[in-house]
């Protein structure tokens, strides 16, 4: 297995500012830790350097005027303009450098697509990627430019059909709309119900239209969801309906918010049925383009992605925290003693709960999407 690491460090020039969820610095704090772990130095693997994107790049999703106005915005434009786009106090701030955070974030994502897509590795991961709520003139849920949907028609163009996975708690909604009516494209989102959380739709009832009628497919979880009825779903869903679509290339969005102790959200995954989902979508054995995408809990993320990062390379790791990281990681926020989490204790009724909604939702997409045809058996 051939792998690309993709990667700056000029991530850590920006910042959403202290007050915001997503901190940029936890991919800094991830790289490190994967590298204190000696995961690049691996025979199998490459290290790049994260590229721009370049603002034709951009167009291929997102309109003019609003490249423009992010543009504009980036170097201080009155807040009026950019308020009508998303921009503003709040989820999408305005700060210093979004504009070329913006361009580094996607141009890793299209790096990633071409070393697939050539042949130069066979899994590529950037893990400032995964902005998966950003409309095409509209900033939406942290997210200002939309890279998987970017990366998606970059493969397009170039003739490969693309599924998309996105394991994120929160739903997949910008990638769902800008593909919603196409064949060409299957996306598939695991996530916590749009009832609990933003952005509130991903329900098993939207499932594409005219021509993409079957290749949108969601499954919203209750809070509560635990690793073995995560897993059951992801694994009774994802795994027949790729088969059966066939695609040249995977992008998948690998949030790390769906954790017990993320703090904006409530299903309860831990280490163990992240890592098995990692390894179920490896064993597909399909050109990989990985993303990253939420976690807004410090530890969890540099955990889970390294864990992701040593299954891509097949390579087991040790449970002890490298001394060295511990040392750099604790005045970032990194507080935890070992790699994997202990097993999770859930209370019986909630876990109970939560495992109904899911066999629910599943049976419900077997009865419609698997029973026409998109799908098997
Ligand atoms: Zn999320």
Known sequence: MRTAFIYTDRYADYDYGPAHPLRIIRLKLTYELIKAYGLLDLP???FVETRKATEEELLLFHSRDYVDVLKRASQGSPAGEAFVYGLGPGDNPLFDGLWKWSLLATGASIQGAQ?????EADIAFNIAGGL????????????????????????????????????????????????????????????????????????????GEGDGKGYSINVPLYPFTDDETYLWAFEEVIPPLIREFKPDVMVTQLGVDTFYSDPLTHLCLTTRGFTKVIERLRDLSIPWVALGGGGYEFGNVARAWTLAWAIMNGVELEDEIPGPFEEMGRPLGFREDTLRDLPLSIPQGRRQEARMEAERVVNYLKKTIFSKGQGCP
């Open 132 to 207: 998966h709520h950003a409309l095409r003139d509209r900033a939406s849920g942290f997210c200002y430019v939309n890279d998987p949907v970017i990366t998606i028609l970059w493969l397009l163009s170039r003739g490969k059909r693309v599924a998309y996975i996105d394991i994120d708690a929160h739903h997949g909604d910008g990638v769902q709309r800008a593909f919603y009516g196409t064949d060409r494209v299957i996306t598939i989102s695991l996530h916590e119900s749009g009832n609990f959380l933003f952005p509130g739709s991903g329900f098993e009832y939207e499932m």
């Open 44 to 46: 199998s693997t490459r």
């Open 115 to 119: 070393l697939v897509v050539e042949g």
